[in-house]
């Protein structure tokens, strides 16, 4: 499959920029505003619009009541890089190599060489390209070198950390020489291309990237405008944070204390669209990277849950990919509706693009779907996927079509054993419309089925690659020859 660099997009977005331009003169389709609110390890259980009833959701109660609620809605990986490669791009991590490396497996660590390729075309580039304001406040984690940070990828605003929270010295120097552990700085808080400040607070984490985005909001109210907020919380590490106000107020304590502050964060960028007359031109979509990854006891709430989906964050399982999704556009999106048809974070970018009124064909090849028809829920929609890939990492390890899930058979799962889904040599197939929970497998009633998703398999494994194969559509990611760490000037 032919590459093509970034160069002949610009040429791609000349007309579609004159067009836009055009119209906006003649009010023809104004350009609405976009909000993704992106939580860290969320878990499908964890709000109240999705069965919660431990942690209060008061504001994202009301963005269900008043939007749209999205049961079926995917990330692409069950941890962060890939993740949020796949939201930028449009893309599985796995064609834009943000899926592995050999230097850092699964996610990307501080000084590390590897980044998403700058001749990769983001979902703030594309927003740009048609006279968006575009920033991100919050978590990165693509890259933090200076040729991958968010200014090099369409942002004109970035304000928050390069890489995980939990990415701190004192987990550096576990680490040791293999990942240059004892290199790892404080964790850096970035103003565009510059540290501000080192070695944080995280309880204030969710505070201050709320009031930045406030801020962000009001600087940029007169122009169509993007806001990407990867927050940091709940978060990956095994004690939650949360600022003085929002702690031991949550039923199951410091998760909950977390997601209960996430959903007063949602609350006043909503509040904040209201007293400036934006509601009915702002999109805002909250959601998360990945499910939860749960507690030892997947009965308790200490680290999330993810019912009643079966399995944890970090995995291929359900409760890995599916993610509690709301979208909130008042005037716009039917008020108090869901929608049960597949779409993921791929979808983000055809889809914004398509609003925003930039027409075009990508030449780089692209995996989501446009799905507005289904935001809008006007009318009787369907999911545009075919087929859908469940990858841990560069391990194919299930595949979806319509309502049936297969896990391929497999020797061995590339995962932690804490976290494999059954017997990995024999298939599991499960039908999500009728077993949420994934409880019962239908491989041995159903083999024509089986044997159909085995072959999207192989299409799959073809053009994504698989373990020790490389895809024939995989391309490289970026890489730079002596990476430094990010410190204070």
Not at 219 to 242: I, N
Request: charge should be positive; proline fraction near 8%.
């Amino acid at each position: 499959m032919k590459y093509t660099f970034k160069s002949l997009y610009i040429l791609l977005f000349l007309l579609p920029i004159i067009h836009n331009t055009v119209n906006a003169q003649n009010n023809e389709k104004p350009q609405p505003n976009f909000v993704i609110i992106y939580c860290d390890n969320l878990g499908y259980g964890d709000i109240e619009p999705f069965g919660s009833t431990a942690n209060r959701t008061p504001n994202l109660n009301r963005m269900e009541a008043e939007g749209r609620k999205f049961e079926q809605f995917y990330v692409t990986a069950g941890v962060c890089t890939p993740s949020r490669a796949s939201i930028m791009t449009g893309c599985y991590a796995q064609r834009v190599g943000m899926h592995f490396n050999e230097r850092d497996g699964h996610v990307l660590r501080p000084i590390s060489p590897y980044g998403l390729n700058p001749d990769e075309t983001t979902i703030a580039e594309v927003l740009k390209s048609a006279g968006y304001r575009t920033g991100i406040i919050g978590k990165w984690h693509l890259g933090d070198q200076t040729p991958f940070l968010p200014l090099a990828q369409g942002f004109d605003y970035f304000y928050g950390i390069p890489y995980s929270d939990d990415m701190t010295q004192a987990v550096g120097a576990t680490f040791g020489k293999k990942l240059d552990g004892n290199l790892w700085p404080p964790l850096p808080v970035m103003l565009n291309n510059k540290v501000l400040k080192a070695g944080i607070d995280r309880n204030k984490l969710t505070q201050e990237y709320t009031k930045k985005a406030l801020d962000f909001i009001s600087e940029a109210k007169d122009r169509p405008f993007f806001l990407y907020l990867p927050h940091a919380m709940p978060g990956s590490t095994t004690k939650p944070f949360a600022s003085a106000k929002f702690r031991g107020r949550s039923k199951s304590g410091p998760w909950g204390d977390s997601v209960e502050e996430l959903d007063w964060s949602t609350g006043q960028i909503m509040k904040k669209l209201e007293e400036l007359g934006l509601t009915n031109k702002t999109l805002v979509l909250f959601t998360s990277d990945n499910g939860s990854p749960m507690g030892k006891d997947m009965n308790a709430l200490v680290r999330g849950t993810n019912k009643p989906l079966h399995g944890r964050g970090y995995t291929t399982s359900e409760g890995g990919f599916r993610v509690p999704t709301i979208m909130w556009w008042p005037n716009t999106i039917p008020r108090g509706t869901i929608c049960r048809e597949l779409t993921t974070t791929m979808d983000l970018l055809p889809t914004f693009a398509e609003m925003a009124g930039v027409k075009k064909d990508l030449i780089i090849p692209i995996d989501g779907y446009d799905i507005s028809s289904l935001i809008y829920g006007k009318t009787i929609g369907h999911s545009p996927y075919e087929v859908f890939y469940y990858y841990d990492q560069n391990q194919l390890q299930a595949v979806r079509r319509g309502p049936w899930k297969l896990f391929v058979p497999l020797s061995k799962f590339q995962n932690h054993p804490h976290f494999t889904v059954g017997n990995s040599q024999k298939p599991l197939l499960f039908n999500l419309k009728e077993d949420i929970q994934s409880l019962h497998n239908l491989a041995d009633a159903n083999p024509d089925v089986v044997k159909e998703l085995m072959d999207w398999a192989e299409k799959g494994r073809k053009d994504l690659g698989d373990w020790n194969r490389k895809g024939e559509g995989q391309r490289p990611p970026g890489k730079v020859a002596k990476p430094v760490p990010v410190t204070l000037n």
